[in-house]
């Protein structure tokens, strides 16, 4: 267990409004990660963070946006949500250690449908 | 960007039977875990291994970096061992982003 929380574990919305996924660690990891999957795409990197205040796109970062104020918070925002973006989001972590690598641990997912 | 390949897609076998699971990828990296995805949706880290080989109980794996591949070892399955088995790597520029394959769907049948 890597002190990862994601909340809400399951919401269903309606197509254009706003939500907010929080991922939530105890350990201060430097690196978080939101990744969607989805049947038939395995998992795919959306945003990421390196630090507080730090991020950068992934590969499907299209409509998202993320914001990390602190270390142990990393926030994922679907400013309209469409019907496209119903997936399980994962949050993950990791840490870059010298002679250890950069494995990453994942949180338990959520759940979002947008009708 | 790196492509990653999983085969096969999809394995039925008997309890107690032994299983291969392959991973491709498509250019040098220094990152690779295999991953358990259980019934539950749960991502279970299996193992972390860039290169060589690891045991962990029924569990092994080998990642032959030159080549471009990684190989997951399961001995004697047990209904537990269902499930979703996923390969993810990072490459040598950015290995902080993983790139997952499809993953095996691997059924052990009592």
């Known amino acids: 267990d890597a002190g990862i929380t994601q909340s809400p574990r399951h919401k269903v919305t309606e197509t254009g409004t706003p939500v907010t996924l929080r991922c939530h660690q105890t350990?201060?990891?430097?690196?978080m990660y939101w990744y969607r999957q989805d049947p038939g795409h395995g998992l795919r990197l959306i945003h990421y963070?390196?630090?507080?205040?730090?991020?950068d796109k992934g590969e499907v970062s299209d409509g998202y946006s993320v914001s990390r104020s602190k270390t142990e918070d990393f926030l994922l925002t679907l400013e309209s949500a469409t019907s496209s973006q119903t997936s399980v989001y994962f949050c993950?972590?990791?840490?870059?250690?010298?002679?250890?690598?950069?494995?990453?641990?994942f949180g338990p997912g959520t759940r979002l449908t947008v009708l | 960007g790196i492509q990653v390949e999983q085969s096969p897609p999809d394995l039925i076998l008997q309890e107690g039977a032994n299983s291969t699971l392959r991973c491709n990828f498509s250019?040098?990296?220094?990152?690779l875990q295999w991953f358990h995805q259980n019934p539950w949706g749960q991502l279970i880290n299996l193992f972390y291994?860039?290169?060589g080989t690891k045991q962990n109980g029924r569990l092994s794996a080998t990642t032959v970096a030159t080549e471009r591949y990684s190989l997951l070892y399961i001995s004697s399955s047990q209904t537990t061992d269902s499930g979703v088995y996923f390969c993810?790597?990072?490459?040598?520029?950015?290995?902080?982003?993983?790139?997952f394959g499809t993953g095996t769907r691997l059924t052990i049948i009592p």
């Open positions: 993950a972590i990791s840490d870059r250690l010298a002679g250890v690598g950069n494995e990453q641990f």
């Open positions: 350990e201060n990891h430097r690196y």
């Open positions: 963070s390196y630090g507080v205040k730090d991020t």
């Open positions: 250019d040098s990296v220094n990152n």
């Open positions: 291994i860039p290169s």
């Open positions: 993810a790597v990072g490459s040598n520029f950015g290995n902080e982003k993983l790139t």
